[in-house]
């Protein structure tokens, strides 16, 4: 069974960082982009950031920028998204989405993961 499974979600402070980890499972994401997006309560899904097979990354989203980095280590067949200085507008669930490119597009995407819930709050 092909999948991609989100962790590394939970509440954090204002301020503080999370490091979300998307590994695969029954494929290798060796020639795969990996997309992050984020869909926060009411509001509609938000591309943030992609990671090309090569390891080049486009970030989407402005109000992440100089905030959050994408990584993947294919050894592991498992990508990162490193999010530092977390505001509350952060809180959303977020997934990773597996395409052939990258794409700000989430229909573009082959495989998605079930989502991990991050919650920025005091």
């Known amino acids: 069974q092909l999948q991609l499974v989100e962790s590394g979600g939970g509440l954090v402070q204002p301020g503080g960082s999370l490091r979300l980890s998307c590994a695969a499972f029954?494929?290798?994401?060796?020639?795969?982009?990996i997309g992050w997006f984020r869909q926060a309560p009411g509001k509609e899904r938000e591309g943030i950031s992609c990671i090309t097979s090569t390891g080049g990354w486009l970030h989407y989203a402005d109000s992440v920028k100089g905030r959050f980095t994408t990584s993947r280590d294919n050894a592991k067949n498992t990508v990162y998204l490193q999010m530092n200085s977390l505001k509350p507008e952060d809180t959303a669930v977020y997934y990773c989405?597996?395409?052939?490119?990258?794409?700000?597009?989430?229909?573009?995407?082959?495989?998605w993961g079930q989502g991990t819930q991050v919650t920025v709050s005091s």
């Open positions: 989405a597996a395409a052939s490119g990258c794409s700000r597009d989430g229909n573009a995407y082959d495989y």
């Open positions: 029954g494929f290798t994401l060796d020639y795969y982009a």
